[in-house]
């Protein structure tokens, strides 16, 4: 079976058009202009059975509770609930509501939690 060319994408950070194969070594570059030490966790998304589909995910260490939508957490914990896949308590804290479904680490927002629940999620997407 051949393979597809994997599709074009485009940096975020300065609108360059990259390959899945330089992708990696692009972003890093970013990084180092901005500072001698890495600054964030670099995730790589593709579709299974489809390698021609890819995103690169930029996580920041320095997320915080600030950075996740309240709201937002609560709806998805209401939506589960209406589907009766879970039983936590929707009028619980957001900050407990994350504790509860693992999406915090030391008080500190996990990647999936950034990914789901940020009000800005283009900031940790490069």
Not at 65 to 85: S, T, Y
Not at 100 to 118: E, H, K, Q
């Amino acid at each position: 079976m051949t393979l597809l060319p994997s599709s074009p994408g485009q940096c975020l950070v300065c609108r360059k058009d990259i390959s899945r194969k330089s992708a990696e070594i692009h972003l890093i570059s970013h990084k180092k202009k901005k500072s001698p030490k890495p600054s964030a966790y670099l995730i790589e998304v593709t579709a299974q059975g489809h390698p021609e589909y890819w995103m690169y995910l930029s996580s920041l260490p320095d997320a915080t509770l600030e950075d996740i939508n309240p709201e937002e957490v609560m709806r998805f914990l209401r939506h589960m609930q209406d589907e009766r896949r879970s039983e936590i308590d929707v009028t619980i804290p957001f900050e407990k509501a994350l504790e509860r479904l693992n999406l915090l680490s030391s008080g500190v927002p996990t990647n999936t939690a950034i990914l789901m629940f940020a009000k800005d999620p283009h900031r940790f997407i490069i």
